[in-house]
């Protein structure tokens, strides 16, 4: 614990408000705590984005690259989305944070492709799930954290599709 405690201090990184982030991340029908945006937190969706590509080399799958690039263009249009669609403005760091947190069940769904193909029905069922899962977490903690109620098939459509495009890499 002293270990732990003492990275938290020296680097700024509070574990608690990481393992909540990824406990909303993780149960998408529970109500979402719009405090959580109020911190920028990267050092999760940094872990996150590098577990994705960890488990996607581990399928034989070198996408580094596409992973943070598709990251990086994926949170520069959902920041310009969600400042043309909200009443108060949202920073990019807020927005890569909830994006990276949502990433988890993509990294779940990474993982399985380790151990069998999702190139089948079966992985395409699975992927869209995932794909869902994703988009409604993300969206959910948006709405609950900008004050957008009603708008949350909105925000989920264009996070299922830069979601899918993960599942993309995943797959293929």
Do not use: R
Request: glycine share 10%; net charge negative; proline share 2%.
């Amino acid at each position: 614990m002293f270990v732990w405690g003492k990275l938290e201090v020296e680097l700024g990184i509070n574990f608690d408000h990481i393992w909540q982030k990824t406990l909303t991340v993780l149960n998408p029908l529970k109500a979402a705590d719009g405090s959580i945006m109020n911190e920028t937190d990267l050092a999760g969706p940094i872990l996150f984005c590098i577990a994705l590509g960890a488990t996607l080399l581990l399928a034989g799958k070198v996408q580094f690259g596409y992973v943070y690039g598709m990251s990086a263009i994926g949170c520069l249009g959902i920041y310009a989305l969600l400042n043309l669609m909200s009443s108060s403005g949202v920073s990019y760091g807020c927005v890569a944070s909830v994006l990276g947190y949502c990433l988890l069940p993509m990294v779940i769904l990474s993982s399985c492709a380790i151990f069998f193909s999702l190139q089948g029905t079966a992985g395409t069922v699975s992927a869209l799930i995932i794909i869902g899962w994703c988009s409604l977490s993300a969206s959910k903690i948006f709405i609950s954290a900008l004050d957008m109620e009603g708008q949350q098939l909105l925000i989920a459509y264009p996070c299922a599709l830069l979601y899918g495009l993960f599942a993309l890499l995943t797959i293929f």
